[in-house]
């Protein structure tokens, strides 16, 4: 065994079958999307952001909404879950995208009609909300909640 060995293990499956000489193609080539630029799958840095952002939001909200939780208490915690879950469907389903993903310039679309429907977002949001969904990706960068949904995240600018 040599640092080689080692090497391909830490930087994973895709890696090692560029390696071996096997091309998987860009994030989103089979689904028709650009490799880069507007309408190309949006990064992990970007999504992640915007679910911070999405999350902080909420918790405000929450926080004002319901005054009578203490923060950091668990009925805080499904406070600021409900409104999480509302105002993500809501404006996922209005706008194509929550608060954080419009403030990062990524917005959420559907394969086949282009914009995501009154089931979807409602759909999406909770298997985002159940979190084991939303950290299963496959090698185009969609999560569970996309590929149940056939929805996938797209740059907006």
Known sequence: MDR???ATWVSGPRAALDAAGIDLGYRGERLGLPE???GSITGFGRRLGALMIDWLASALVALLLFPQFV???EQSG???LGVFFVMKSIFTLLGGASFGQRLLGIRVISLDKGYVNLWRAPV???LICLLVPA?????DGRGLQDRLTNT???RSR
């Open 124 to 126: 999406r949001t909770a």
């Open 4 to 6: 080689r060995d080692v």
């Open 135 to 139: 950290v299963i990706w496959d090698r």
């Open 71 to 73: 923060y950091g208490s």
């Open 36 to 38: 880069d630029g507007v």
């Open 152 to 154: 996938v995240v797209v």
């Open 78 to 80: 499904f406070a600021t």
